[in-house]
């Protein structure tokens, strides 16, 4: 907290700013003249000189220190942008995992050879089973399933990509936003 300031008139009709611990001093007047200053009871007769620190409604935030608010919002974007970046790599690692050139004739030829191998009784159980219960409703061949797995980890890795994206976008916007803050003047109410 500062100390107080007194406008000490000088003979030339200039004002000079003095505080309390410049009591029974001299000080140089802008003309060169030399001031004495009073004694703390006479400088209490002097005029209290005006506040020039804006007022705390006012104050602009210290240069390369951002609001707690903008810190905040920064960290729980950047928070978001991290993760949407670990999830595309994963989609796509998960993607390069499937093996596009699985022989599916090599397994369709081990089940039917296992089916070969059952003892006629088990065949005749297997066979009584399918045919009082049916089959079921068309199943989709495992090339479809991997096809399809493909395409739904292009779609969230491309959606965890874009996420990434506009995470980055508002990174920007946050880190712009509390810079500018910092720099504009106060705004002066009348």
């Known amino acids: 907290m500062s100390e107080q300031q007194y406008v000490l008139p000088c003979a030339c009709g200039r004002t000079r700013r003095v505080g309390a611990s410049q009591a029974g ?31 705390s409604a006012h104050r602009v ?38 093996d596009p050139h699985r022989p599916f004739d090599a ?10 191998r059952l003892p006629i009784d088990e065949s005749y159980h297997v066979w009584t089973h399918y045919e009082r219960d049916g089959i079921g409703g068309e199943m989709p061949t495992a090339e479809i399933i991997d096809w399809t797995r493909s395409r739904m980890y292009v779609r969230l890795g491309a959606g965890g990509g874009i996420a990434a ?12 936003a509390a810079r500018s803050s910092r720099s504009a003047p106060p705004s002066r109410r009348t």
């Open 61 to 98: 935030p210290e240069a390369g220190r951002p609001s707690s608010v903008a810190g905040c919002l920064f960290a729980f974007v950047f928070l978001g942008f991290i993760t949407s970046c670990v999830f595309t790599a994963a989609m796509f690692a998960l993607r390069a995992r499937l």
């Open 25 to 55: 001093e001299q000080v140089d007047c802008e003309c060169g003249a030399k001031i004495t200053v009073p004694t703390l009871r006479g400088l209490r007769a002097l005029a209290s000189a005006p506040d020039d620190r804006p007022h």
């Open 107 to 116: 397994v369709l030829a081990a089940n039917a050879d296992q089916i070969d």
């Open 165 to 176: 994206a506009v995470l980055l976008i508002a990174m920007i916007a946050v880190g712009w």
